[in-house]
């Protein structure tokens, strides 16, 4: 018993008082800050656009077994201003052969067009695509872009607008397997 007194008598001493609750303390609504540039500027788009227009006199279907001369047009638009330097580089997708056509650097002046000479060969049965990447140095600044072209062979069948098949799946939800391109 003399035990239990005991520790009756030591809780009771480190038990502190009961103290008022102190008053809550107002709490301000959050408010919104707006750090200068943290937000994306409306005129800034984000990535640079290239100020070009690409046109090609040759798309769609042609004569297979065939070399074809193409001619690609750069033409700067009305926000290419200044000067500087463009590359134009063609190439060839998914069976079309480029059996001529250089890569061109020339001096870039603001409103005349640029004419590129190559000449594509398109097998039979194949459709493919023409690609002309123009990099633009211009004032110092870099920007670049792509234009396909799709080129089929008469009689070929044109490519699949899904690259794979749909199948459903054990659980009943539809699956898409991707399937490799045939070598050709």
């Known amino acids: ?9 030591v809780a009771l001493a480190t038990v502190s008082p009961v103290r008022a609750a102190a008053p809550t303390p107002k709490v301000e609504a959050p ?12 005129k ?21 077994e065939k070399d074809l001369a193409v001619t690609v047009t750069v033409t700067p638009t009305a926000a290419a ?8 580089r063609l190439r060839t ?3 079309v ?13 603001a409103l005349e067009p640029l004419r590129v000479k190559g000449v594509v060969r398109v097998p039979k049965g194949v459709v493919g695509l023409l690609v002309v990447d123009v990099l633009l140095d211009l004032d110092g600044k870099q920007a670049a872009t792509s234009q396909s072209f ?5 009689g070929a069948t044109p490519a699949a607008t899904t690259p794979g ?20």
């Open 81 to 88: 201003k200044g000067s500087g330097t463009v590359r134009v």
């Open 31 to 42: 408010r919104l800050v707006v750090l200068k540039g943290s937000r994306p500027d409306a």
């Open 150 to 154: 799709e080129l089929a062979a008469s």
């Open 1 to 9: 018993m003399k035990n239990v007194l005991t520790a009756l008598v």
């Open 165 to 184: 098949r749909l199948v459903t799946g054990s659980d009943g939800q539809e699956v898409l397997v991707l399937e490799p391109n045939a070598k050709r």
């Open 93 to 95: 997708l998914d069976g």
């Open 97 to 109: 052969l480029l059996a001529k056509g250089e890569p061109l650097r020339v001096p870039f002046k």
């Open 44 to 64: 800034s788009p984000g990535k640079p656009s290239v100020p070009v227009r690409i046109t090609s006199s040759l798309a769609g279907v042609v004569t297979p």
